[in-house]
């Protein structure tokens, strides 16, 4: 155990016991009050006042140390959770929607619906433990009653476990479904934009979010039935424990005083040990999170072959949907492929199966002789640096969106590539609004250069650059030592003949494959 985890535990248990003294000095304030004895009564005031004083402070630091620990705690499962995601088949990345839910909605329903119970729940059965004890002082009558009405919630809430034991999972579910949706609506804003109707847009936020709350009434509604029907059963027993008081006082058994203290007592347990179902419930629930995560997280088995570098790239007999109808293809070592044809043809495509971010063809790739499906994802993105016309920018430095937040940037490499690139290194952090197109396309372009690679593919990768700079870039690449692979619609005779060879991928999977002569 961590020594910040002794600390909270032992801040716990002083506020607990603290909290319980208070309940209990009342009773000799009482009992003072009725023998009028005046230094007695404020004696146990000024004692009442001090511990109501040490309560508040020890009840600020529980939970300043139970945020912290919480904190911790969720940040781990993140982590965690993390790190199954990446080790997932490249695949299973299209259901990003679902753990970018998972990460922002779970996590904090995890952080107070699991972690916390889990910590409230002993110190919940040490305040039953003191109650029942107390009560047992008083009578055993009152230790008896509330023994059974103890057996009669637990039996109640085992038969009704089924109605509430998936609640936490299915609004997992549920946020998922939401943040697809509202992100697909911010993902397309332009489009409302362009359309001048921006009405339908938040029509359509609040027509997600109205389908949403309506279908988590319908999931929770069986789960407040419970709780009410339970808390029927809590009032049954504690008005037991009144009536009870009462007659021992009438009896002469108990002091004036001290029915206010079983008072406290009965009341506090009843609540107690409701928390405690509540956390047994939260914690069941969340469970059925956390097992839905290790069903749908599988990792990817890795292959055995760990490639040092790529000489060959081989497709034999490659048969996919209706995009390749046996396409046979190979690419060699620091020669220059330009690949075109027309939009859905095939030409992201093919890099795709080269990454491994497709499966389910059928035929036979390889890479220096080995089957793709044995080798090591890992090596082959150490020899290969793919670039597409997404564009992303982290929202940091220039520095660290090139170098990928290298600690031990190699600044004069970094500024000799911005200066080719037409570029100015800023210091400050990027936004998604202070930075043109163009700026983001040659920032990406910066990192494939600073990164080195044997192999580069740009896959419309100068789509957003004026005539005059696009020209430049791609020469830039094209005289580097290395093996260059270009996707791109902007070609003419000039430009196709800086290149080794042209692969034009035509619909119905025909392919042309052209030698270029120099």
């Known amino acids: 155990m961590k020594l910040k985890e002794f600390l909270l535990y032992i801040v716990l248990f002083i506020k607990k016991v603290i909290f319980i003294c208070t309940l209990i000095a009342p009773m000799f304030i009482v009992n003072s009050l009725f023998l009028k004895d005046i230094k007695s009564i404020c004696f146990f005031i000024v004692i009442q006042f001090i511990l109501y004083i040490i309560d508040v402070i020890f009840g600020y630091l529980s939970e300043l140390f139970m945020e912290k620990h919480l904190e911790e705690r969720k940040l781990n499962l993140i982590d965690t959770l993390i790190d199954k995601i990446t080790k997932q088949s490249n695949d299973k990345f299209k259901y990003r929607d679902k753990y970018i839910s998972w990460i922002i909605n779970d996590m904090n329903i995890l952080k107070y619906e699991y972690f916390k119970p889990k910590i409230e729940v002993f110190f919940l059965i040490f305040e039953i433990v003191i109650y029942l004890l107390g009560l047992i002082y008083f009578g055993v009558a009152f230790f008896i009653v509330n023994i059974l009405g103890t057996l009669l919630i637990t039996i109640y809430t085992s038969s009704k476990s089924k109605n509430y034991s998936n609640v936490n999972s299915d609004i997992s579910k549920l946020s998922e479904n939401k943040t697809k949706f509202i992100t697909n609506l911010f993902d397309n804003i332009f489009t409302f934009w362009f359309s001048g109707d921006m009405k339908i847009f ?6 997600y979010n109205e389908v949403f709350l309506g279908k988590m009434k319908k999931v929770i509604k069986p789960l407040y039935i419970f709780l009410t029907q339970k808390n029927i059963l809590l009032i049954l ?90 396409f046979n293809y190979t690419f060699e070592k620091n020669k220059k492929y330009l690949i075109i044809g027309e939009s859905g043809c095939g030409k ?99 990192r494939v250069l600073y990164m ?25 690449f094209l005289n580097l030592n290395k093996t260059i692979i270009f996707i791109t619609h902007y070609y003419d005779e000039k430009f196709i003949k800086n290149f080794d060879e042209v692969l034009l991928l035509k619909r119905g999977g025909k392919y042309e494959r052209h030698i270029v002569s120099k």
Do not use: C
Not at 202 to 207: G, M, Q, R
Not at 297 to 325: H, M, P, W
Not at 381 to 395: C, G, H, Q, R, S
Not at 455 to 464: F, G, P
């Open 202 to 207: 938040k029509e359509k936020n609040v027509e």
């Open 237 to 326: 027993i504690q008005t037991i424990n009144i009536i009870l008081a009462i007659y021992y006082i009438y009896k002469g058994k108990i002091s004036l005083g001290a029915y206010s203290v079983i008072g406290s007592f009965s009341g506090y347990l009843t609540n107690t040990f409701n928390l405690i179902i509540q956390n047994y419930v939260s914690i069941k629930k969340s469970k059925e999170v956390l097992k839905r995560y290790d069903e749908e997280l599988i990792s990817e088995k890795q292959g055995e072959v760990v490639l040092s570098d790529i000489d060959t790239i081989e497709f034999k007999n490659i048969f996919f949907k209706d995009v390749y109808n046996n």
């Open 348 to 446: 992201s495509t093919l890099m795709n199966l080269i990454l491994k971010n497709i499966e389910d063809y059928t035929g036979d790739i390889y890479i220096n002789n080995h089957k793709l499906e044995g080798i090591n994802k890992y090596s082959i993105y150490k020899n290969i640096e793919y670039m597409n016309a997404d564009n992303f920018i982290f929202y940091s430095t220039i520095d660290n969106n090139i170098s990928m937040f290298d600690d031990e940037i190699n600044k004069n490499k970094v500024n000799n590539i911005l200066e080719n690139l037409n570029l100015e290194n800023r210091s400050e952090e990027l936004t998604e609004n202070g930075v043109s197109l163009g700026q983001k396309q040659r920032i990406n372009l910066a």
């Open 452 to 476: 080195d690679k044997p192999i580069i593919i740009l896959d419309e990768a100068t789509s957003n650059l004026d005539k005059n700079n696009r020209e430049r870039i791609e020469n830039m």
